[in-house]
């Protein structure tokens, strides 16, 4: 541990930002070729350099920051990300870090863990034994349910559970996530998982509302999937991804294997916490598999984008039909289809999923259809914010849509004993403890459960502020003595309200 504090407390920055990238370019005279060299190396270098954060302040120049920069702030050792055009990867690069303590650099082929991008994989399997029949979308799993049934009690007595809907995390089904398991902790089999039976450290999985009457994300809904794939094929998990969608796909830097098999160690992440210090065992196993089991490359995810953009388009030699293609991508609720968040911006249609186990973050977005472009971004450390900044300059520099910060007013009348009656202490059951710091009239923002780490905090009022890593608002509130009472923290998928301790613990 002394060796790995020594270094990692240094960061080793001067060779943190080595690009061990490959440029992928289209075939053609020598002369096109290097100029294409050329602007894809512009390209990637205005990228690099202009990270930009989820808010900024109307009127000012929007902040742009160095990858470096950023990755020293968030205290990320290792960045890794794949730009998808017109059906090819068009550019690879790689940043940081895969293991601190060695000195060895992330490269393009470096795994990492894809955690819950694993879902539209594990549906892209199920959709295959759909399109062969050996499954259908709107039965009842149980009938083709063998080695485990979902218990059925007063929700599930005249609406039964459906592929469709757990898939599209509508079947009503508990357990949002899954936290793994360190080195070392014995490892539940795939029954006590499902029965939330010892060692697993998971709730049991049942059906606790109506299906098809709510959308509710549940990773355990996706282990339920495995469960009815395994059970339809007769073969263990990760084989029949391999056969069903790794192989297929060229995908040879992916597995489901869990945990990550002795000869691939070398070419694995470790993961990262949100101090810069490494976890312990160098990072979790997920046997849940399904919903969270994936270690990947941006390069291979992008292969995997870019098989759903073809069958969209309708292309020839896809591994799933354009029918089933357009089945897997149209939205169910709330903004999810089967295995996908899909969208639209001004009326370019998007797949994306995003993933989060400890110490690794990743997302791959793409734009629908054959020649669309996209971008996956993997991660390995606890902090979102880089791979969102990442993908936010990708989307500046191809003028995507739907991604331009949040611009917000700042106040100029709010007074030095309005920011001080915000400074305290505040507890939320979801989030933990969170602690706003008035330092010479500027407020800062730790709250560790969100991962926020000494954040300045903005006004747009005496009350409201903002932070610019995030889209969210934080609403400071008062009673009838005009004494702040506690802290409302406006998401995009709801409200976490936080009671300030009084006085401060």
Known sequence: ??????????????????????????????????????????RTSRIENGLIPASVIKGQPVP???????MRHFRVPGLSAAFIDHGRVVWARAYGYADIASGRLVTTNTIFQAASISKPLTAMAAMRLVQRGQLQLDNDVNSALRT????????????????????????GMTVH????????????????????????NSDPIRVDATPGTAYSYSGGGYVVIRT???????LPF????????????????????????????????TAYQSDGQPFDGRFNTYPELGPDGLWSTPSDLAKFAIAVQNALAGRPNTILLQSTAQTMLKQQMAGYALGFKVGSDDGRDYFDHDGSNFGFFSEMFAFSGAGSQGVVVMTNGNNINLKTEFIRAVAREYHWPGFDPQEHVLASNVSGEDL??????????????????DTSNRLFLDAPGMRIESEEMFPESATRFFIQTSTSAFIFNKDAS????????????????????????
């Open 1 to 42: 541990m002394d060796k790995i504090a020594g270094r990692s407390l240094a960061w080793l920055w001067i060779a943190f930002f080595a690009i061990v990238g490959s440029t992928l370019v289209s075939p053609g005279p020598v002369v096109a070729q290097q100029a294409d060299a050329q602007s894809l190396a512009e």
């Open 64 to 70: 742009a920051f160095s990858i470096a920069d950023r």
């Open 148 to 171: 485990w049934k979902i218990p059925q009690n007063e929700f599930t007595r005249t609406q039964k559970v459906t592929l469709r809907e757990l898939l599209s995390h509508t079947a």
């Open 177 to 200: 996530g899954f936290s793994g398991y360190t080195p070392g902790q014995p490892l539940p089999t795939l029954a006590e998982i499902l029965d939330g039976r010892p060692p697993a």
């Open 228 to 234: 009815l794939l395994s059970d339809v094929t007769g």
């Open 238 to 269: 990760p084989a029949l991804m391999q056969q069903l969608v790794l192989e297929p796909l060229g995908m040879s830097h992916s597995t489901f294997e869990q945990p990550l098999p002795q000869a691939l160690q070398s070419s694995a992440a």
């Open 420 to 437: 001080a009656s915000c400074a305290g202490a505040y507890d939320a059951p979801d989030v933990g403890r969170i602690v706003v710091s």
């Open 482 to 505: 005009g004494n702040v009472t506690s802290l409302t923290i406006q998401q995009r998928n709801g409200s976490i309200e936080a009671k300030k301790q009084t006085p401060a613990r």
